[in-house]
Nanobody
Framework: QVQLVESGGRLVQAGDSLRLSCAAS????????MGWFRQAPGKEREFVAG????????YYADSVKGRFTISRDNAKNTVYLQMNSLKPEDTAVYYC???????????????????WGQGTQVTVSS
């Protein structure tokens, strides 16, 4: 079992930066991959970024590549999403998720992730 709690979401202006955190508990954190997803109003949840167990492999959606950075601190059981140059279209509820069946690779489909946090709201005003 893995419990995930996101934090850091808030209202910001376009062009601002924001860092989301996701604290994990339960299963040993450094043994599985993690991902960030988001869901905007009226839209399906979509993959944003993923990271393998060590942080040595990351993957990003094209829409955030070059602006967002995913990282993890296994000693703190936490994964981060640094978001720069935010745009109004980044407005969404952001979820972190754990893929406990994989260590080395990052997958982008949400059904591959077994555990989810409750989400944190990010709103970007224009």
């Amino acid at each position: 079992q893995v419990q995930l709690v996101e934090s850091g979401g808030r209202l910001v202006q376009a062009g601002d930066s924001l860092r989301l955190s996701c604290a994990a508990s339960g299963r040993t954190f450094g043994t599985y991959a993690m991902g960030w997803f988001r869901q905007a109003p009226g839209k399906e949840r979509e993959f944003v970024a993923g990271i393998n167990w060590s942080g040595g492999r990351t993957y990003y959606a094209d829409s955030v590549k070059g602006r967002f950075t995913i990282s993890r601190d296994n000693a703190k059981n936490t994964v981060y999403l640094q978001m720069n140059s935010l745009k109004p279209e980044d407005t969404a509820v952001y979820y972190c998720a754990a893929d406990v069946t994989r260590r080395l690779v990052v997958v982008t489909t949400e059904y591959e992730y077994e555990y989810w946090g409750q989400g944190t709201q990010v709103t970007v005003s224009s």
